[in-house]
Each structure stands twice: as C-alpha cells, then as structure tokens.
C-alpha cells in the first residue's frame, strides 16, 4: 500500500481546490475531480511511484530559495556602488564612445570646410592646418577604435583583452584625452577575474 | 491507436511540438479509454509512459479536454471509490466515442501517409 498524504497536505490541497473552485466558479464535482488529481499526485511522490523530473526538482530547488526577486533586490541594495558596482570595463568603453563622437560630430563639418573651399562663408583659409592635420584622421581613430571595441567585446571576449591592451598603449600618444583614457585603461580595465571571457554585454 | 498515434509522434531526437501534442489530446484520451475506463490522473500517467519522454502532458490540461468529451456524449464517467477510501471520476467511453475515436484514427492514418508520401521520409 502506497505512502499516503498527512491529514494536513490533504487539507492545504483541498483548500487550494476549494479556493480555484470559488475563483473560477467551478462546480462540486469538478472541485473533487480535480482535489483527487492532486492526491493522487502526492501519493505518487511520496510512494516514490513517480518520479521526480528535473523540470520537479527545478520548482522545489526556486520554491526553498525563496523569492528570488527580493533576494536579488536585496543583495544589490547592500553593495556599495564606489566599492563594488563601479564597473570600470564599461566605464572606459563609454569615455572612449564619448571621445569618439565629438570629433565624429564635427567630422562631416571639418571635411566641408577641407574640401570644399568655395562654400559660401566657409574658407579653408579659417582652418588651422592642425585641424586637418589631426581631427579627421584622430577622429576617424577614434571611431573606428570604438565600433571595433565594440563588436571585440561582443563577439570575441577573449581577443578583446588583447585589443584593449593595444589601444591602450595608442591611446598614450593622442594627448590630451586619449592619453588619459589610455592610462586609465591601463591601470584598471580587464582587471576583474573572467572579466575578457564574458565580455561587457 | 495510442500505439500509432505515438510512434508516429515519437522522437529521440526532439521533443514533440507543443501544438501537435495540443491537437492530438481527445484522440489520445479515446485511445486510452478504449482499453478501459480510468480517471484523469491515470489516463495523464498512461500517456506519459508511453510517449516516453517524446512529450510530457500539462496534468490539469487535460480535465477541460474531458469535460468536453463527456458534454459531447462522447465518454460517460461515474464515480467510484478506491481502496484508499479516496473518490475518483472514471471514465468511460460511449459508443458514439468508439465511432469518433475510429474516425479520428482513420484521419490520424490518411493524415501520417500524406506526409510520408509528401515528404518522401520512411522511418522503419
């Protein structure tokens, strides 16, 4: 004779049944229908006649954790932000996206004015040859070192350490803000462990 | 049937479609009620085991699906208590089930031929 349930499961069932019923507006018999159902369930378990799947033990594992939500909620609250959650990996790819889009922003101005010096208003005269000789290819440097950080990070973790490291020490040369973002990528990006691994995403 | 339905829908390699498991429910509870009448929870545990993993049914789903049939005439149920002194709705199929169970099975058959013969897939 199988294990059967205890007086108390028996009754959270049936008014577990009792509620869907009231809810749902079901009738007596369905009720009871659906009461022996899950007896039968539990009988099942605790006979060891069914047995558990992984999909069971999954539900049981989330149920005896608890409310993950809150737990997670929780845990973020507790942690510093300047001690823990400062992120410097993203921190540096968003200094470099910054510094890359200014001179993108100008980009299509600056080359108006380089090649098109009869533009009403505009002559190359006004620009200083340090523009042309430094914003459009710095500009176009950064940009391209950006969208391909990027697409590293994204899809080959592991060759992104790398690229990083490389881009750092360029970086060095482009004073005064790449050579800033080059000494902080130095010191403080990819230092957290499996960081390269699992990318920024 | 439950046998045909089943292999036909049998797989190693893949779960069986959600929605082809959905539309083949009534067929496979005929089925199983044409060996016997049984109640809902023995009818879900028949199928499972025998679909052996290809599928698992959601165990409430399939209390709709039978009050359906029995609106329908095609089963009768009456209650009956087991040994454990617990109540349980059994079901029974009419003979107007026993018709319907055979029609579908007839569909079920020309349906799994057409595909083979569209297909071109034989599986032994």
């Known amino acids: 004779m199988p294990d059967l349930p205890g007086d108390s499961s028996v009754r959270k069932i049936r008014s577990l049944c ?3 019923a009231e ?95 009869d533009t009403p208003g505009i002559r190359k005269e006004h620009l200083p040859n340090v523009v042309l000789r430094w914003d459009i290819p710095l500009g176009i440097c950064y940009l391209t070192a950006a969208i391909a950080m990027l697409w590293f990070r994204r899809f080959r973790p592991a060759a992104a350490r790398r690229f990083t490291r490389i881009l750092n020490y360029l970086l060095l040369f482009a004073p005064p803000l790449g050579t800033l973002l080059g000494i902080y990528g130095l010191l403080k990006v990819d230092k957290q462990i499996g960081y390269a691994v699992q990318g920024v995403s | 049937m439950l046998a045909l339905a089943l292999d036909a829908m049998k797989s190693k390699e893949k779960p069986i ?91 079920w058959e020309l349906f799994h031929q057409m595909i083979i013969r569209l297909s071109g897939v034989q599986h032994a």
């Open chain 1, 18 to 20: 009792q509620e869907l």
């Open chain 1, 23 to 117: 809810s749902y507006r079901l009738d007596n018999e369905t009720r009871d229908e659906l009461c022996a159902h899950l007896e039968d369930k539990l009988t099942g378990y605790l006979s060891g006649e069914v047995r558990i799947t992984e999909e069971d033990a999954l539900q049981l594992v989330r149920v005896h954790f608890g409310n993950a939500e809150q737990i997670a909620r929780r845990l973020g609250r507790d942690r510093s932000f300047f001690r823990w959650g400062l992120d410097h990996n993203r921190v540096y790819i968003l200094l470099l996206i910054a510094i890359a889009i200014i001179p993108a922003v100008n980009l299509p101005y600056v080359l108006r004015m380089a090649f098109s010096p």
């Open chain 2, 17 to 107: 479609k959600k929605e082809l498991v959905g539309a083949s429910t009534a067929v496979l509870i005929l089925s199983v009620l044409k060996r016997g009448s049984s109640y809902g929870y023995d009818i879900v545990r028949q199928v499972n085991e025998e679909a052996d993993g290809a599928f698992t049914w959601q165990e409430g789903t399939v209390y709709p699906v039978l009050h359906k049939l029995e609106r329908q005439g095609l089963v009768r149920c009456r209650w009956q208590e087991a040994f454990t002194g617990r109540k349980r709705k059994y079901y029974i199929l009419t003979p107007a089930g026993r018709e319907a169970l055979e029609a579908d099975t007839r569909q």
